[in-house]
C-alpha cells in the first residue's frame, strides 16, 4: 500500500459527460501528480501540482483540469468526454520541490481509477 | 524530448533461469531513473531510483545499475511471484518541482513454475 488513495475504482460513462477523480496523496507529500494510462500509449504525464500551485503540464487535453486544495486532495475534472479517453488514471505523489532531500523525487502512485466512456 | 525505450517487450523464463531487462534513455541531464513494478489493473509499485553512472541498488531478487544511456534490471532466481510489467522512467535535470516521469512502454515478466 502507497498511501496514495483515489476514487471512485471504476467509472462508467457515457460519451459528451462529465466526471471528476479524486486523489489524496500520502501523509506529509505535498505534490500531486496525474497520469493517464491506455493501451496503446503507456503511462503518460497529464499534470502535476505542488502544494496548491500548477506546476507542470504535459499533454493534458483542454478539457481536462485538475486542481488540488488546500488539504492537499487533488480533484481530474474530464469533460465532454470521448471514447478515446477510457483509460486508467493515476494519482502519484511526492514529498517536494527541487533542491530538497534526493527521497523527495521518488513518486508513489495511487491504486487508480479506470474509467469507461461509451 | 526525454526518450524511454525499454527491451524486450516480454519475457518469459522458468523459475530459477536468471535474465536482464535493459532500459535506454536519452534525456537533457538526468535527474534520476526510476524502476517500477506494476501488477495488472494496478499501480505502479516503486523499485528503485538510480542518480548517477555506476550506482547499484539491490531488493532480494532484483538489482539495477546505471550507465550514461542505458539501466539494467537483474533478476536472480527470479520466482513466479516476480512476474508483473516492469517500467523504467527518467527526469530530467531541468525539471523544475520535480515533476514529470517520462516512461517507457514496461517489460512484461513471466516466470513460469
Known amino acids: 500500500d502507497s498511501g496514495v488513495t483515489q476514487t471512485p475504482k471504476h467509472l462508467i460513462t457515457a460519451t459528451g459527460q462529465r466526471v471528476t477523480l479524486r486523489c489524496s496523496p500520502r501523509?506529509?507529500?505535498?505534490?500531486v501528480y496525474w497520469y493517464q494510462q491506455s493501451l496503446d500509449q503507456g503511462l503518460q504525464f497529464l499534470i502535476h501540482?505542488?502544494?496548491?500551485?500548477?506546476?507542470a503540464k504535459g499533454n493534458i487535453l483542454e478539457r481536462f483540469s485538475a486542481q488540488q486544495f488546500p488539504d492537499l486532495h487533488s480533484e481530474l475534472n474530464l469533460s465532454s468526454l470521448e471514447l478515446g479517453d477510457s483509460a486508467l488514471y493515476f494519482c502519484?505523489?511526492?514529498?517536494?520541490?527541487?533542491?530538497?532531500?534526493?527521497?523527495?523525487?521518488?513518486?508513489?502512485f495511487g491504486p487508480g481509477t479506470r474509467l469507461t466512456v461509451t | 524530448e526525454d526518450q524511454v525505450t525499454q527491451s524486450p517487450e516480454a519475457l518469459r523464463l522458468q523459475e530459477g533461469e536468471s535474465s536482464s531487462l535493459n532500459c535506454s534513455y536519452t534525456?537533457?541531464?538526468?535527474?534520476?531513473l526510476f524502476w517500477y513494478r506494476q501488477d495488472p489493473g494496478k499501480g505502479p509499485e516503486f523499485l528503485f531510483t538510480?542518480?548517477?553512472a555506476g550506482e547499484e541498488k539491490e531488493k532480494e531478487r532484483l538489482k539495477a545499475t546505471l550507465t550514461k544511456k542505458e539501466s539494467f534490471l537483474h533478476i536472480t532466481a527470479p520466482k513466479p511471484e516476480d512476474s508483473a510489467t516492469y517500467l523504467c522512467?527518467?527526469?530530467?535535470?531541468?525539471?523544475?518541482?520535480?515533476?514529470?516521469?517520462?516512461f517507457g512502454e514496461g517489460t512484461q515478466l513471466t516466470v513460469n513454475p
Open positions: 501523509s506529509g507529500d505535498l505534490s
Open positions: 502519484a505523489s511526492s514529498g517536494g520541490i527541487s533542491g530538497t532531500a534526493r527521497g523527495n523525487y521518488e513518486q508513489y
Open positions: 534525456v537533457s541531464g538526468l535527474r534520476g
Open positions: 522512467a527518467v527526469q530530467a535535470m531541468w525539471e523544475t518541482s520535480g515533476s514529470r516521469l517520462t
Open positions: 538510480l542518480y548517477s
Open positions: 501540482y505542488y502544494n496548491g500551485e500548477e506546476r
